[in-house]
């Protein structure tokens, strides 16, 4: 019991609404148009002490509700899925499944309203931190998930929680943003395929037309009266560009930097690319903490980044204890065979090094 109230006021302060909680999220496309996702997650408060799940065929699962039981609805996969999760190995934030659905949640505080918890539809109840279960277990198109998830009711497992919104991506590029707002679930087409966290999506895109002066490249230089002015360096079109870490700057920093990167011919170019572009959201630990303020014994306040090559059913990720890229190839996973299994994202929380040594 001692170890069930630890673990529910873990989740609890996670999901309070703070400063400390942040995600990133791109699409790239091949010049054959294959979609690869890529975000970040961000918490500063603590190590998340993340983890992978892989979930097999026929994995009853069954959802949390606000008491923090196992009293909510029960679902079994159709599909098999690779998740990567926070906190409890059920928690999965990103995943993908072996039809090529990919899913995702990131922080949406303020915004966002779920409907109340009623202990008399327990049954069809499902807790938003294990959405993206429900979704990657049973699911292959985006249509389909519209269908379903009317029939089922979503609560946050601590009504103090924060809410969070969804990202979902078909193998053909296509992607959608979920967001309930006034208990009312909202899907926008993102056609962009960008994501950060509040406020709403479409408030985000409206937002972009702030920036519409933006260029990539370097500014010609402009005649004032007799003094010429020229650029101090390259990428001075994009002069003005947000350099903070709040939603806002880091959506359009995002949509620029996706929009401005060469196509790639591969998806595994392309996921090397997004690794990079995602370099630029990496948020040290310090500064969303005030000055005097105790800072946690962390590395980073991002704490994982992870991309996914859907074509491929490949998925791949790096933490803040160790850059290294590793990845779950799900088309050599026998999801008939396998047995559900979860393990810390790093078995040894530390950065490896390599030595060089000269000839």
């Keep these: 019991m001692k170890k069930m109230l630890t673990w529910f006021l873990m989740v609890a302060a996670w999901m ?21 996702t890529a975000r970040t997650i961000e918490w500063a408060g603590n190590d998340l002490e993340s983890k992978y799940s892989i979930v097999p065929r026929g994995y009853e699962q069954r959802s949390f509700v606000p008491n923090g039981k196992k009293e909510g609805m029960r679902f079994t996969a159709q599909y098999g ?3 990567l999760a926070v906190q409890q190995p059920e928690f999965v934030v990103e995943g993908l499944n072996e039809a090529g659905l990919a899913a995702g949640l990131f922080y949406f505080p303020a915004y966002g309203k779920y409907e109340d918890y009623d202990e008399t539809k327990k049954e069809s109840t499902v807790s938003d931190l294990q959405l993206v279960s429900w979704i990657l277990g049973n699911f292959k198109s985006i249509d389909a998930v519209k269908i379903a998830i009317k029939r089922i009711h979503i609560v946050t497992i601590d009504p103090r929680g924060s809410t969070v919104h969804w990202r979902i991506t078909e193998p053909s590029g296509r992607q959608v943003v979920l967001e309930i707002v006034d208990r009312q679930l909202r899907f926008y087409e993102n056609t962009l395929g960008v994501l950060t966290n509040s406020p709403g999506f479409d408030w985000h895109l409206t937002n972009l037309n702030n920036y519409v002066n933006l260029v990539s490249g370097t500014m010609k230089d402009r ?40 196509q790639q011919t591969t998806t595994q170019k392309a996921v090397e690319q997004a690794f990079h572009i995602l370099n630029n959201f990496d948020i040290p630990t310090g500064i969303q903490f005030a000055s005097g303020e105790p800072v946690p014994d962390i590395p980073s306040a991002t704490q994982w980044t992870v991309a996914t090559d859907i074509a491929n059913r490949r998925i791949y990720y790096r933490t803040m204890h160790n850059s290294t890229i590793r990845c779950f190839d799900l088309q050599n996973i026998n999801f008939q065979k396998v047995k559900y299994q979860w393990a810390p994202l790093d078995a040894v929380k530390k950065q490896p090094v390599e030595m060089v040594k000269p000839k």
């Design 16 to 36: 309070l609404p703070q400063e400390v909680m942040a995600c990133t999220g791109i699409t790239l496309k091949t010049t054959n148009g294959s979609p690869v």
């Design 81 to 83: 899925y690779v998740g």
């Design 223 to 262: 005649q004032i009266g007799q003094l010429t002015l020229q650029a101090f360096g390259g990428g001075s079109g994009l002069h003005g560009i947000p350099g903070d870490m709040t939603p806002p700057s880091r959506f359009v920093r995002a949509a620029f930097f996706q929009a401005t990167a060469p």
